[in-house]
């Protein structure tokens, strides 16, 4: 440690990358600087924590009456009282320089592409850590196991749960608990009774070892197995791995914390007695059920409270961000209270309101939950990272070669025949196996974290005369699974992906016509039902909608909340479109169409089917614009990042979709308000005919065609005469299955919308068109939409 | 799942349905029950209201016409037969083909490929034209792209594709295009095994 610790300093003034700025710079220095300060301010503070503070009151009595005796003490202008804000003030430093740590990572691009952030953050730990012990004072013992589990862990867990997506965390429920359950108590037997035996086996001088026994050594187990969420999270968004590895490792590190919560009360208990009965462990499966379920139930109750409370909090929005949050923490500390299991109450919280209370609460409110939680949980992650950095140079460390090195290779070894043997199992049952690829980013992404420590941390030194011995396998291992797990798992997984797909250049129809086929496959199953497990799905559905949407959420808007709120969204989508297409759209260039006929015309004789030389920059763009717009089906390839604050695909593309529809409408609406401001009525229904010619941007064709209204158009009033539009548009989308029926579809609208025939006359013209559009501005945007925001939605029970 | 088989006795015509299209009769069963579920107004038969209420098929770009392909000319309503044939595209091809299965059976690779077709080509001249491709293109896109963007690629596309130089691809052409393309796997249901 001290020779790293040597090391680290000469790195910023070395000039760390080519071209960096002089702000940067600039920073990377106020960094530095800020890391020393903050090493010599904290032993200031130690220095004046309470244990010597009373012999510094003494000191400044004595010195005080000193003064008091010879003259009158003067006014103190100027005084410096660290006492006062001692904790509050260390706090804050602490939280600031894990933000600016956050900051300063990224101003070394090559750093923090090789090296995952949360080894950076250990060894700015370690650094800080290695700072106080050099000079000379106590580490404050940062990693308190109660600043842990009450502070530091629900922020993280909440915002996981939140954001869970449900949909992906349900069709792999099963997988999930047979990982996290089954799994977990493989690795803690596995690891406990390996480990004593070899303890037991070792060469006979009086071994220390000798003297561990069987439960302690299943304790730590029991506490070594857990894969951690912090850990994982950290590490997993850096490699952008699809979303069903990601939701199986994630989902297995939140619910094997109820194993965990079993296991270590179990084998506290009885390390004292020193011996285990059947009873006990038939207790322990009891408690097993009684800590998860009870935990979910807790965290079920709170929730639906939140979303119950939320329902009322329509004329004091400023604080509805407040009963999320507090009903969560709350959740949390009541299922510790009972020693159930505080991170499934949170999860269960957290999922269970999140419908409901994003249909009740407003916009603004939505959006405040989201950065709040977003910051929170990134603050903590950077705080337990940098903490355990800090509390490895701090802790008193007992090393064992033995012991340790044996603890990181079983761990290994169990994680992975755990995975293999599982998987065996799963895939019985699974319709989407796992292979084998997968198996290895499972069994390599089991990382532990600051979980584990601090349960070790709990451990009482009198029970536990090998605490410190744990406490340094813990360590070891985490610092393991961090640094060389984390650091290799993305270049193994690039390794793995480009073995495994031998991806030739494909053709543009190939692209084109495979992406049709998968949106037909999709489309095909859903017909089908998905997977077998509708029945209890749908029930749940049709329970979900007829009785507690109507208690929980405020109002109309539990009848078609869905609806309404996507069609807020659009409001906002248009208002904002037409406030941005004053200035006209910036769209990349296109070759002109002039030039394919003259290539064409230029080409070899049919038989050698040599195509149009194109030039080659065209092709690559043509194909680029392929991959990038194609629009994805919502299946398992979608890359999962938690931090991007992107939701389910499902709902971009609805959002994009919609979008779609509204820009061709726009692009109609912006050519003919230009064009006929006066004369023609807002919004005639086109035949498809003149849906084809819009296609190939003609403006021409635009010229108001008063068409039979029987036929089917996709079509959203932008200006719509009447104001309560939102029924309206209910009305339209109800509709527009009717319509289908009596007209064959000549374009894809998955949507249709048409005007209620008669019901729209000649509008007046122009100005009128814009009082409209005021209107609807004006009022999407004191409109509470809570959905308006495009990147979170989701249906209720997806 | 799992039902007796007294409930076949519901599926009209069950014995020949399974002959013609290689399902077993648990997934006959299982695709009944879904048929009931969709066929909200038992009437026996579905209409295109009752496939758009499967939310999901209402986001998927070409949704419309998924529905439209069960509704063969003129038709209004979908019986479970009918329902059960187009299914029947979509089951993997069998591995070992019994004596007795019909020759050119549902899931063949060109019964699948002639499907998709149809989805295309929806004025039904057994032709991909440029506006018919537009269209797709459109519908599956994202919104950044433009006009002209579109008709380049749909441009390359015919280019590439069109062997007779007729502007417009026809179905063998489609099936040439996508030659290197495992189409059991793009085209099957995974577990209607």
């Keep these: ?798 | 799942m799992g039902s007796s088989s007294s409930n076949m006795n519901h599926i009209p015509d069950a014995e020949e349905l399974m002959q013609e299209t290689g399902f077993s009769s648990a997934h006959l069963l299982r695709l009944y029950e879904r048929f009931e579920f969709l066929d909200r107004e038992k009437r026996g038969e579905l209409s295109p209201d009752d496939f758009e209420a499967v939310g999901r098929l209402a986001l998927n770009p070409i949704g419309g016409r998924i529905i439209g392909a069960f509704f063969s000319q003129g038709q209004e309503t979908v019986d479970f037969a009918s329902f059960v044939r187009i299914l029947a595209h979509f089951r993997p091809a069998d591995t070992n083909r019994r004596d007795g299965a019909p020759q050119d059976p549902a899931n063949s690779q060109t019964r699948k490929l002639k499907f998709a077709f149809q989805l295309y080509d929806q004025d039904g001249d057994g032709m991909i034209s440029r506006v018919e491709l537009l269209q797709v293109l459109r519908a599956m896109m994202g919104i950044q792209v433009t006009e002209e963007q579109l008709q380049s690629i749909a441009e390359r596309a015919i280019q590439e594709a069109d062997l007779d130089r007729d502007d417009a691809i026809s179905f063998d052409e489609f099936k040439k295009s996508l030659e290197k393309v495992n189409i059991d796997h793009k085209m099957s249901i995974r577990f209607l095994r």
């Design chain 1, 1 to 798: 440690f001290l020779a790293r610790l040597h090391q680290r300093p000469r790195c910023p003034h070395s000039p760390a990358g080519v071209g960096k700025s002089l702000p940067e710079r600039g920073l990377l220095l106020l960094l530095m600087v800020f890391v020393f300060l903050e090493g010599s301010v904290l032993p200031l503070g130690a220095a004046s924590s309470p244990d010597v503070s009373h012999k510094g009151n003494v000191d400044n009595h004595q010195v005080s009456d000193v003064v008091h005796n010879h003259t009158k003490k003067a006014f103190p202008v100027l005084d410096l009282d660290y006492q006062h804000i001692q904790t509050p003030f260390e706090i804050s430093l602490w939280v600031l320089l894990a933000s600016l740590m956050k900051l300063g990572f990224h101003l070394i691009p090559r750093l923090s592409g090789i090296v995952p952030e949360s080894c950076l953050l250990i060894t700015v730990g370690l650094l800080v850590g290695g700072l106080i012990k050099l000079a000379g004072e106590e580490v404050p013992p940062v990693l308190d196991s109660r600043l842990f589990f009450l502070c530091l862990l629900p922020p993280i867990i909440l915002d996981a749960g939140y954001f869970l997506p449900i949909r992906a965390f349900m069709d792999n429920l099963g997988t999930i608990l047979m990982f996290a359950v089954v799994g977990t108590l493989w690795n803690a037997f596995f690891i406990g009774g390996l480990l004593y035996a070899v303890c037991q086996i070792q060469p006979a001088n009086p071994n220390p070892l000798h003297t561990l026994e069987l439960l302690p050594c299943l304790l730590f187990g029991s506490i070594v197995s857990a894969v951690d969420p912090v850990a994982v999270l950290a590490v997993f968004e850096e490699i952008h791995i699809n979303e069903l590895l990601h939701i199986l490792v994630f989902g297995e590190s939140l619910l094997n914390d109820a194993v965990t919560v079993v296991l270590y009360h179990l084998f506290e208990e009885y390390s004292g007695q020193g011996s285990v009965t059947v009873m006990d462990c038939f207790l322990g499966v009891l408690s097993f059920l009684v800590v998860s379920l009870g935990g979910v139930l807790v965290g079920a109750i709170y929730g639906i409270v939140a979303a119950f409370t939320s329902r009322f909090a329509s004329h004091t929005r400023v604080i509805e961000p407040l009963f999320v949050f507090v009903y969560s923490y709350m959740a949390y500390l009541s299922a510790e209270m009972f020693h159930l299991s505080g991170i499934m109450a949170l999860i269960a919280c957290g999922a269970v309101m999140r419908p409901y209370v994003e249909a009740n609460i407003s916009h603004k409110s939505h959006t405040t939950i989201k950065y709040f939680l977003k910051m929170w949980s990134s603050v903590s992650e950077t705080l337990i990272f940098i903490f355990l950095g800090v509390a490895t140079v701090d802790g008193p460390h007992a090393w064992n070669w033995t012991f340790v090195t044996v603890t990181v290779i079983l761990c290994l070894v169990a994680r992975v025949i755990g995975v293999i043997g599982l998987t065996y199992v799963i895939n019985q049952f699974r319709i989407v196996k796992l292979t084998t690829k997968d198996q290895f980013i499972i069994a390599y992404g089991g990382l532990r974290g600051a979980i584990a420590f601090s349960l070790g941390f709990l451990l009482d030194k009198d029970l536990f005369p090998m605490r410190e011995m744990f406490l340094t396998a813990i360590i070891t291992v985490i610092f393991f699974t961090v640094f060389v797990q984390g650091m290799t798992i993305k270049p193994l997984v690039e390794l793995l992906a480009v073995k495994k797909k031998q991806e030739a250049k494909r053709s543009i129809n190939e692209e084109i016509h495979t992406q049709f086929l998968d949106h037909l496959l999709t489309g095909i199953e859903d017909i089908c039902g998905h997977y077998g497990h509708h029945h209890w799905k749908d029930k749940l559905n049709r329970f979900n909608k007829k009785y507690v949407k109507k208690c929980l959420i405020a109002g109309e808007r539990s009848r078609e909340p869905q609806l309404i709120a996507f069609y807020h969204k659009m409001e906002m989508k248009q208002a904002i479109e037409l406030v941005e297409s004053g200035g006209g759209v910036n769209l990349p260039t296109a070759v002109p169409s002039t030039e394919h006929p003259a290539q064409e015309a230029s080409s070899a004789k049919p038989a050698e089917r040599a195509l149009p030389q194109l030039p080659k920059g065209r092709e690559e763009e043509i194909r680029n614009i392929l991959r990038s717009n194609l629009q994805r089906t919502r299946q398992r390839l979608r890359s999962y990042n938690r931090h991007t604050l992107v939701a389910d695909p499902y709902e971009d593309g609805f959002g994009d979709f919609l979008l779609k529809k509204q820009k061709m409408i726009e692009l109609e609406k912006k050519i003919k308000n230009m064009n006929n401001y006066l004369t023609v009525p807002a919004a005639p229904p086109d035949s498809p005919t003149m849906c084809r010619a819009r296609l190939a941007s003609d403006p021409q064709a635009y010229r108001g065609k008063p068409d039979s209204d029987n036929v089917p158009t996709i079509h959203v009033d932008l200006a719509s005469p009447q104001s309560p539009d939102s029924v309206n548009m209910m009305d339209e989308f109800r509709q527009a299955g009717q319509q289908q029926k009596h007209q064959q579809q000549e374009e894809d609208q998955g949507l249709m919308m048409k005007p209620p025939s008669g019901q729209r006359g000649p509008k007046k013209p122009g100005e009128a068109d814009s009082d409209r559009d005021q209107q609807k501005l004006t009022r999407c945007l004191s409109d509470p939409g809570p959905s308006a925001d495009e990147d979170e939605d989701e249906p209720f029970l997806p």
